[in-house]
C-alpha cells in the first residue's frame, strides 16, 4: 500500500496534508517533563501491554532502538517532533502502523500524542479516525480529565479537547504576486496559527506553511474543524485566484517554471534547500498543467527522496553532505525517467 504522504488526496494542488492530533495523559502518572524514569517506564508497558487491543497494525518502537537516520526521516515525514527525535531516553517510543498514516508518540510533552495524517484536505475524516483510536486506548487506561476543564494536559494551550489540528498548505502564487503577508495577517487575526513547515519556531521551506488552530479550551473538536476548514477553505480561494492572475502573463509563468524544472533535473550536484525552492515552482507547474513531463506521485516522490534523510534511506547508506549532493541530483534523474 502507498504511504500517505506520497498520495494525493482533496485539493491537493494547494493543500498538502491533514495532520490531527489529540493529546492523552495517563491519571495518576506525572507528565513525562516531571515524571521520574520509573514512572515514565510505568506509562511505556502499560501501553506497550496494550497495543495488540488498540489494532489497527500498531507496533511499538523505543527511540532507544532506532539510529540517528530513521529518526531524522520520521521527523522529514512529519511523524515526530524534532525534539522528540533527540529525545535518548530509553523510556520514549512510537507506535506505528505500516500505512504511517497512525503515529502516537509515547512520553513526549505528554503521554500521548495520537496523531492521524492524512494526503489533502481531510479534517473529519482524519479526526473520525483519531476519535476511534482515542476512544479505544480510553477504554483500556484511565484518562486525566476535568469535567471543568476537559483533558489535561502539559502544556495550558492543549488543556479542554487536547486537539491541534493542523493543514500544510502550499502557497507558492501568493508569494510570487506579494500577497502571502496580508493571507497570513488575517488568518493569524482569525484565531489560527501560522507556521513554517516543522511548527512553532519554524521557517517557511518551498513556499509551504502551516495552518493550526489556537484554542482547544471551551470549544468543541467539530467547531475545531469547522472554523480550520473555512478559513483553509478560504486560502486555497486566494492561492487560487493568484495562479489565474499568474496565468494572465502565461509566456512568464512558463518561463518560471521550466526554468526550475530545466535546473532540477539537469544538475549534477544539489542541496536539499535549493530542491525546496525549485519544486515549489515545479509543483505549481504541474499543477496549473504547464509541466507535462512529471505527475503528482513523482512531485510526491521528489520532494520525500531528496530531504537528506530519507535520501540516504532510499539509497541505503549514509553519506557526507557533499555525496548526498551529487547522489540527490541523481536520484531526482532517476524519479523523474522512470515510467
Same mark, same amino acid.
Given at each position: 500500500?502507498?504511504?500517505?504522504? #506520497?498520495?494525493?488526496?482533496?485539493?491537493?494542488?494547494?493543500? *498538502?496534508?491533514?495532520?490531527?492530533?489529540?493529546?492523552?495523559?495517563?491519571?495518576?502518572?506525572?507528565?513525562?517533563?516531571?515524571? %521520574?524514569?520509573?514512572?515514565?517506564?510505568?506509562?511505556?508497558? %502499560?501501553?506497550?501491554?496494550?497495543?495488540?487491543?488498540?489494532?489497527?497494525?500498531?507496533?511499538?518502537?523505543?527511540?532507544?532502538?532506532?539510529?540517528?537516520?530513521?529518526? !531524522? &526521516? $520520521?521527523?522529514?515525514?512529519?511523524?515526530?517532533?524534532?525534539?522528540?527525535?533527540?529525545?535518548?531516553?530509553?523510556? &520514549?517510543? *512510537?507506535?506505528?502502523?505500516?500505512?504511517?498514516?497512525?503515529?502516537?508518540?509515547?512520553?513526549?510533552?505528554?503521554?500521548?500524542?495520537?496523531?492521524?495524517?492524512?494526503?489533502? $484536505?481531510? !479534517?473529519?475524516?482524519? !479526526?473520525?479516525?483519531?476519535?476511534?483510536?482515542?476512544?479505544?486506548?480510553?477504554?483500556?487506561?484511565?484518562?486525566?480529565? &476535568?469535567?471543568?476543564?476537559?483533558?489535561?494536559?502539559?502544556?495550558?494551550?492543549?488543556?479542554?479537547?487536547?486537539?491541534?489540528?493542523?493543514?500544510?498548505?502550499?502557497?507558492?502564487? #501568493?508569494?510570487?504576486?506579494?500577497?502571502?503577508?496580508?493571507? $497570513?495577517?488575517?488568518?493569524?487575526?482569525?484565531?489560527?496559527?501560522?507556521?513554517?513547515?516543522?511548527?512553532?519556531?519554524?521557517?517557511?521551506?518551498?513556499?509551504?506553511?502551516?495552518?493550526?488552530?489556537?484554542?482547544?479550551?471551551?470549544?468543541?473538536?467539530?467547531?475545531?474543524?469547522?472554523?480550520?476548514?473555512?478559513?483553509?477553505?478560504?486560502?486555497?480561494?486566494?492561492?487560487?485566484?493568484?495562479?489565474?492572475? !499568474?496565468?494572465?502573463?502565461?509566456?512568464?509563468?512558463?518561463?518560471?517554471?521550466?526554468?526550475?524544472?530545466?535546473? #532540477?533535473?539537469?544538475?549534477?550536484?544539489?542541496?536539499?534547500?535549493?530542491?525546496?525552492?525549485?519544486?515549489?515552482?515545479?509543483? #505549481?507547474?504541474?499543477?496549473?498543467?504547464? *509541466?507535462?513531463? $512529471?505527475?503528482?506521485? %513523482?512531485?510526491?516522490?521528489?520532494?520525500?527522496?531528496?530531504?537528506?534523510?530519507?535520501?540516504? %534511506?532510499?539509497?541505503?547508506?549514509?553519506?557526507? &553532505?557533499?555525496?548526498?549532493? *551529487?547522489?540527490?541530483?541523481?536520484?531526482?534523474?532517476?524519479?523523474?525517467?522512470?515510467?
Amino acid at each position: 500500500m502507498l504511504n500517505w504522504y #506520497l498520495q494525493n488526496g482533496r485539493d491537493s494542488d494547494v493543500v *498538502i496534508s491533514t495532520r490531527i492530533r489529540l493529546a492523552r495523559n495517563v491519571k495518576d502518572i506525572p507528565f513525562p517533563m516531571h515524571s %521520574k524514569k520509573t514512572e515514565s517506564e510505568m506509562m511505556l508497558n %502499560k501501553i506497550e501491554a496494550i497495543t495488540p487491543n488498540i489494532g489497527y497494525g500498531l507496533k511499538m518502537i523505543r527511540l532507544s532502538k532506532m539510529d540517528n537516520l530513521t529518526r !531524522l &526521516s $520520521l521527523i522529514e515525514k512529519h511523524l515526530i517532533s524534532p525534539d522528540f527525535a533527540l529525545d535518548k531516553d530509553e523510556t &520514549s517510543a *512510537i507506535l506505528l502502523n505500516e500505512e504511517e498514516n497512525i503515529c502516537i508518540m509515547i512520553n513526549e510533552e505528554d503521554h500521548l500524542r495520537i496523531q492521524v495524517l492524512s494526503a489533502g $484536505l481531510e !479534517l473529519e475524516q482524519s !479526526l473520525a479516525l483519531a476519535v476511534e483510536i482515542d476512544e479505544k486506548i480510553a477504554g483500556l487506561l484511565n484518562y486525566a480529565f &476535568s469535567d471543568k476543564y476537559g483533558f489535561l494536559t502539559a502544556c495550558p494551550t492543549n488543556v479542554g479537547t487536547g486537539l491541534r489540528a493542523s493543514i500544510m498548505v502550499h502557497l507558492p502564487a #501568493l508569494t510570487l504576486t506579494g500577497n502571502t503577508k496580508k493571507v $497570513l495577517e488575517a488568518v493569524n487575526n482569525l484565531g489560527m496559527n501560522i507556521r513554517g513547515v516543522y511548527g512553532e519556531g519554524s521557517k517557511p521551506q518551498g513556499d509551504i506553511y502551516q495552518i493550526s488552530n489556537k484554542q482547544s479550551l471551551g470549544i468543541s473538536e467539530e467547531e475545531i474543524i469547522k472554523n480550520l476548514k473555512a478559513i483553509t477553505e478560504k486560502v486555497i480561494e486566494q492561492e487560487r485566484l493568484a495562479r489565474k492572475y !499568474l496565468g494572465k502573463e502565461q509566456i512568464e509563468l512558463e518561463d518560471r517554471v521550466y526554468r526550475a524544472y530545466g535546473i #532540477l533535473v539537469n544538475a549534477r550536484k544539489i542541496t536539499s534547500e535549493e530542491v525546496k525552492e525549485l519544486l515549489s515552482n515545479v509543483k #505549481l507547474g504541474t499543477d496549473m498543467g504547464i *509541466i507535462h513531463e $512529471l505527475n503528482d506521485k %513523482k512531485v510526491n516522490e521528489l520532494s520525500l527522496y531528496t530531504k537528506p534523510a530519507n535520501l540516504q %534511506k532510499y539509497i541505503g547508506k549514509e553519506l557526507n &553532505s557533499e555525496i548526498r549532493d *551529487i547522489k540527490r541530483a541523481e536520484v531526482i534523474r532517476q524519479i523523474v525517467n522512470k515510467e
